[in-house]
């Protein structure tokens, strides 16, 4: 069974620090992980989509590193911003299903 | 991008009732569905995965019953909560994809709430 797990659970930071979130997946057949952002009470926007075949993943201030081996992913944010604060989810899609298995989920806070 | 539209935001119900969410994909064919419910502070769980013509596939321990969904075209998938009770209240969100290998797209969600 896919066990998802991200650490840390929260961060807290000030702004214009470069961060690291965790995840990482005990089972390394997947299709894709995806990193998606939720703001309190809204959906999930999508961030980076790094499919199994790839290593990472980049857009704007956001990098994401894949490796499917190690069953590890992290997500790196640039020079962080207040606007940043959300909860940031990391998922995998196994192969031979659609599923989604979702993490635990970080929430961060950047302070100005 | 990819887009999907999910209403209502915010529902409140009288318990006993019924409640219809409808998930949209705009710009795309969506194969298949999905439905999440997300308790505070906490992620997603998988409700169940809908085919478009064919029967919903549940999650272990989700209610057929009370979550009706239907995936009646390749845009369109429905969850109706059937007798609604306040521990139904709950944030539902959809998802949905042409293929998984290209990821997934995410409706804003709703707020069920129940009294």
């Known amino acids: 069974k896919q066990e998802v797990t991200q650490i840390p659970a929260a961060l807290s930071v000030p702004e214009g620090e470069n961060l690291v979130l965790n995840c990482s997946f005990t089972d390394s057949a997947i299709y894709n992980l995806q990193w998606f952002r939720q703001d309190p009470g809204k959906g999930l926007t999508s961030l980076l989509l790094i499919q199994s075949s790839q290593r990472e993943q980049t857009s704007g201030r956001l990098n994401a590193s894949l490796d499917k081996s190690s069953g590890r992913s992290t997500l790196y944010i640039a020079a962080s911003q207040p606007g940043d604060s959300a909860t940031y989810l990391c998922a995998v899609s196994r192969v031979g299903t659609d599923k989604l298995i979702f993490g635990t989920g970080t929430r961060l806070q950047v302070f100005p | 991008g990819a887009v999907v539209s999910q209403h209502p935001s915010r529902v409140i119900c009288k318990s006993g009732t019924s409640v219809k969410i409808e998930c949209r994909s705009l710009d795309f064919q969506a194969t298949t569905m999905f439905w999440y419910r997300q308790f505070p502070k906490q992620s997603l769980m998988l409700m169940a995965t809908?085919?478009?013509?064919?029967?919903?596939?549940?999650e272990q321990g989700v209610e057929k019953d009370k979550f009706l969904i239907n995936h009646a075209s390749l845009t369109l998938s429905t969850l109706t909560v059937t007798s609604a009770h306040p521990e139904d209240s709950s944030f539902y969100i959809c998802?949905?994809?042409?293929?998984?290998?290209?990821?997934?797209?995410f409706g804003s969600g709703t707020r069920l709430t129940v009294v």
């Open positions: 998802s949905a994809s042409a293929s998984g290998y290209y990821g997934y797209t």
């Open positions: 809908s085919n478009e013509g064919s029967k919903a596939t549940y």
